[in-house]
């Protein structure tokens, strides 16, 4: 399977740069496989769509202020620090840029209570692991000094306070709870409070996990040979709860509608972990494009994805590789907004 079948052109003007006004405001396509056609709506028509008969299940993780800059001690040079992943203690794999302005022991002071000290690169795509001086919580700190990372194709090139308290609120789901991603969840930035609470009082049962989301969920695929590329390990956890829920649902025959494709990954590692869903914290490297067979996940709602990209391949598995391509050539035509603050899908199988 080669990684040019997955490619795409999309006009620059149709990457959103900011969110829809209104959460729910935003236009959703909605895809049925089995009757292959394509319906045009807006989010908060989902109302309508799910009833008693699904379960919805979506990620909770709350997105950090990874986005680090701060001063070269002794030179004053700037550097970016973007934080990946929390290794133990005060122990952080990271990004930096410009990478070539340091060494091990160089240390970057971000603010009077953040100091990084640069330990040792390591031999994952130009990570390096580094040591953060601060006291007290490490996410209270960085709400106070850091920045939201938001994706490099949404520009921000003087950043006003203004803009600043928008990316904080709006790049977040309104029920983000547990902390510890680089990205968010994007497919939940279209719901609302009302919205989560009209679909329960209509009988629709609610379920969270939480999969930290990392670089790697969004890294592009760089090998020809799809199947040559290796995904990174993201953590992913299961409450009991959740579980109970998920295995009544799918033995009551219901359908299981996943919030975007962190939570189709949970979902789809736990099985292929432990033969079911159960309560767990472990690790997904789950890569998933066709014809992959999904064994837990009826229904998705997801974003639209860049290029060549493995969410790409997942939403291709899901529904078909050319009913998913014929339908992103409807969006374009239709000037809907793509990526991480634009419109959405509503992806149907069942």
Not at 36 to 62: A, G
Not at 267 to 282: F, M, N, P, S, V
Not at 283 to 306: C, G, M, Q, R, W
Request: hydrophobic share 40%; proline share 4%; net charge negative.
């Amino acid at each position: 399977m080669l990684l040019s079948e997955f490619d795409y052109e999309l006009p620059e003007e149709l990457i959103a740069q900011f969110p829809c006004e209104k959460r729910d405001n935003s236009k959703m396509l909605v895809l049925d496989k089995t009757e292959r056609s394509i319906q045009h709506k807006h989010f908060y028509d989902i109302v309508d769509l799910l009833d008693e008969n699904c379960v919805l299940i979506l990620n909770n993780t709350k997105v950090i202020p990874a986005r680090l800059f701060g001063e070269k001690e002794g030179t004053g040079a700037r550097i970016e620090i973007f934080l990946l992943k929390e290794r133990d203690g005060h122990n952080w794999e990271v990004l930096i840029k410009p990478s070539k302005r340091v060494k091990p022991e160089t240390r970057v002071k971000v603010s009077d209570e953040l100091s990084v000290v640069v330990l040792e690169p390591l031999e994952d795509d130009g990570k390096w692991l580094v040591h953060l001086e601060y006291e007290g919580n490490v996410f209270e700190v960085l709400h106070r000094v850091g920045n939201i990372p938001l994706p490099p194709y949404i520009e921000r090139k003087m950043s006003s306070d203004e803009l600043k308290k928008l990316d904080f609120e709006r790049y977040q789901t309104v029920y983000a709870l547990n902390e510890g991603s680089v990205a968010a969840p994007t497919a939940g930035l279209h719901f609302t409070d009302e919205i989560l609470a009209r679909l329960a009082q209509k009988g629709v049962e609610i379920g969270y996990v939480t999969l930290n989301v990392g670089l790697g969920t969004f890294r592009p695929v760089k090998c020809d040979n799809v199947l040559d590329h290796k995904m990174d390990s993201e953590t992913f956890e299961i409450s009991a709860q959740t579980a109970e829920l998920i295995n009544r649902a799918k033995a009551q025959g219901k359908k299981l509608v996943a919030v975007g494709t962190t939570t189709v990954r949970t979902l789809e590692t736990a099985y292929k972990l432990y033969g079911k869903i159960q309560a767990c914290h472990d690790a997904s490297t789950l890569f998933i494009y066709p014809p992959y067979e999904f064994k837990v996940v009826d229904n998705l709602i997801t974003n639209f994805h860049l290029p060549k990209s493995t969410l790409l391949m997942l939403v291709s598995a899901l529904m078909g590789k050319d009913f998913i391509f014929d339908a992103y050539k409807e969006a374009i035509a239709n000037k809907y907004r793509f990526y991480s603050y634009g419109d959405c899908m509503y992806l149907k199988t069942k």
